[in-house]
C-alpha cells in the first residue's frame, strides 16, 4: 500500500486566497482525520470522519476553515479566505476501527502552507 | 480535556548511548493507550512504541522501550544504544479507549552527536 497521500507537499499562497489541500487515505480504513502543526500550538486535531460522515469538527479553528470526505478515497481540507496565522504543517491521517495495535493511526507526509 | 505534558524541549545523547524522555498526562480514564511518534526532518509522523493502560507490563520495541507508571500518570521512552537516525522530534500522545482522536505533547527534539 502507498500509504496515506496528501497534495500538494508545499502550498504558497497569498492573504485572501482559497486553499485547497487533499488527502487519500489507506484503502480500507474507516477513520480520517486532519490535524494542524505549528510552533506555537504543536499538533492539534482539527476533524475526523468516520466513514465518510465528520464526528468530530471541535477543532476547527474558524469557519473559514471546512472539511469534506466525498468517498471513503479522498477527503478535502478548505480554507477560505486564508491568512498569515494559518501558515502551518497540515496533516491527514488514517486508520481501522478496533483496538488491534496495527489499528492506530497512519499519518501522511503532510502539506506545508505559507501565507503570505 | 486531556491534557499531555513533556517538559523536556531538548535532549542530546552520544551516540550509542541512551537517552530517557519524560511525558506525563492527566486523565480520569481507565481504559486509555499512551503513544510514542517519532517526527525526523522529513516530517513524517512515526508510530515508535504503544502501551496499552490495562497492561502491567511495559512495550518495547528493539531498542525502544517505556516506563508506564500509571499511578504517577507517567509514561517515559528509553532509546538504547542510540543511532544517528533516531534524531528526531518525538511526541507523547494519548487517546481514550474506543475513542480514536489522539492528544499531543508539545515534542522533545533528540540530537544525536557522532
Known amino acids: 500500500d502507498a500509504g496515506v497521500i496528501q497534495s500538494p507537499r508545499h502550498e504558497v499562497t497569498e492573504m485572501g486566497q482559497e486553499v485547497t489541500l487533499r488527502c487519500k487515505p489507506i484503502s480500507g480504513h474507516d477513520y480520517l482525520f486532519w490535524y494542524r502543526q505549528t510552533m506555537m500550538r504543536g499538533l492539534e486535531l482539527l476533524i475526523y470522519f468516520n466513514n465518510n460522515v465528520p464526528i468530530d469538527d471541535s477543532g476547527m479553528p474558524e469557519d473559514r476553515f471546512s472539511a469534506k470526505m466525498p468517498n471513503a478515497s479522498f477527503s478535502t481540507l478548505k480554507i477560505q479566505p486564508s491568512e498569515p496565522r494559518d501558515s502551518a504543517v497540515y496533516f491527514c491521517a488514517s486508520r481501522l476501527a478496533g483496538e488491534f495495535s496495527y489499528n492506530e493511526q497512519f499519518f501522511g507526509p503532510g502539506t506545508r502552507l505559507t501565507v503570505l | 480535556a486531556q491534557t499531555v505534558t513533556q517538559s523536556q524541549p531538548e535532549m542530546s545523547v552520544q551516540e550509542a548511548e541512551t537517552v530517557t524522555l519524560s511525558c506525563t498526562y492527566d486523565t480520569s480514564e481507565s481504559d486509555y493507550y499512551l503513544f510514542w511518534y517519532k517526527q525526523p526532518p522529513s516530517r513524517q509522523m512515526i508510530l515508535v512504541i504503544r502501551?496499552?493502560?490495562?497492561?502491567?507490563q511495559n512495550a518495547t520495541e528493539n531498542r525502544f522501550s517505556v516506563n508506564f507508571q500509571k499511578a504517577a500518570k507517567s509514561f517515559s521512552l528509553k532509546i538504547s544504544d542510540s543511532q544517528l537516525g533516531d534524531a528526531a522530534m518525538y511526541f507523547c500522545a494519548y487517546r481514550r479507549g474506543g475513542d480514536y482522536k489522539l492528544s499531543f505533547g508539545a515534542g522533545t527534539t533528540v540530537t544525536v552527536r557522532a
Open positions: 502501551q496499552e493502560a490495562y497492561k502491567q
